[in-house]
């Protein structure tokens, strides 16, 4: 059987996986090459793995979805301010939602010292 490249069955290959894949990637700050050295995977289920990198020149970081899904290899990566322990911690996080706004909304307009309060 020949073993090549190729993707997984899925994809429409003969299941091979590759033990490595080899990216380059650059700091979309500075426009250093990352050390992969300093690559941390934070979560890694079903298909889908979240990774976080600092760049060693400029000390900013990003964080990294990568999934495999029907449609292939997905990729969505973002500049971040948070740490590694921060980026786990917000995504148990639920998202704001409009009712939420609006009674903070309401509660700003109805107390004076409203930062005070809840400080
Ligand atoms: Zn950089």
Redesign the pocket.
């Known amino acids: 059987m020949k073993t090549s490249n190729n993707f997984p069955n899925k994809f429409g290959g003969n299941g091979f996986k590759p033990e490595r894949i080899k990216i380059d990637a650059k700091?979309?700050?500075?426009?250093?090459m990352y050390d992969f050295g300093h690559l941390e995977v934070l979560q890694e289920e079903e298909g889908a793995t979240l990774m976080f990198i600092k760049?060693?020149?400029?000390?900013?970081a990003a964080m990294s979805l990568i999934a495999f899904g029907t449609f292939g290899l997905k990729v969505a990566s973002a500049v971040t301010d948070l740490e590694q322990d921060e980026v786990l911690m917000f995504q148990e996080y639920k998202p704001i939602n409009s009712e939420e706004v609006l009674s903070l909304h309401e509660d700003l307009e109805s107390t004076d010292n409203f930062l005070k309060e809840i400080i």
């Open positions: 700091c979309p700050v500075c426009g250093s760049c060693t020149v400029c000390q900013s």
